[in-house]
């Protein structure tokens, strides 16, 4: 048996693209179609991101098939830059905050597991960057930032798209 070719990894990554467009599609499905306040009902969005990655699992296919992605680096010629190992702590902390996030939710309500779940992704990211530590600022900061996200997008989507979120509160502003 012979090596995986360059056509047979990319086509497969083209393949994994159209797979999860599949399963955004059959979990867009099961959501309710029954419009909101601006017309629009809450499978929107899913279908939305289920098609886009449906054109882009074509884009990858196309690609693929007529003579492979363009402008990518050959990793085994002289002159390519050395490749990074994988940074498994930043991969850690933001898989993390999407756990939490997924856990804390319905606790803590929206707009708190988001900004921890951005603080946790802001610090993976940054780990994977310098490969440093950061400091109880950098959190500090970062948790701040993620409020200020959250607490506008939970406020656009209950107050407008009357889209239930779960809240800190029951006054429907937290």
């Given at each position: ?37 601006a017309g ?46 994988p940074c ?49 600022r950098s ?36």
């Amino acid at each position: 048996m012979g090596a995986v070719s360059d056509k047979q990894r990319q086509s497969a990554v083209a393949l994994g693209v159209l797979a999860l467009a599949a399963c955004m599609a059959w979990g867009a499905a099961g959501i309710s179609s029954e419009a909101g306040y601006a017309g629009i009902g809450p499978n929107f969005l899913p279908w939305l991101v289920a098609c886009g990655l449906a054109v882009v699992a074509v884009f990858l296919g196309f690609e693929a098939l007529s003579g492979g992605f363009r402008d990518m680096p050959d990793p085994m010629a002289p002159d390519a830059p050395p490749v990074s190992a994988p940074c498994w702590s930043g991969f850690v902390w933001m898989s993390g905050g999407l756990l939490i996030n997924a856990a804390l939710i319905t606790r803590i309500g929206f707009v708190l597991s988001c900004a921890l779940c951005f603080a946790c992704a802001a610090h993976g990211l940054r780990q994977a960057q310098s490969g440093s530590r950061q400091g109880m600022r950098s959190w500090l900061v970062d948790g701040v930032i993620g409020l200020l996200i959250a607490a506008p997008v939970y406020w656009m989507f209950t107050k407008f798209l009357a889209i239930s979120l779960p809240g800190l509160t029951r006054s429907g502003w937290l």
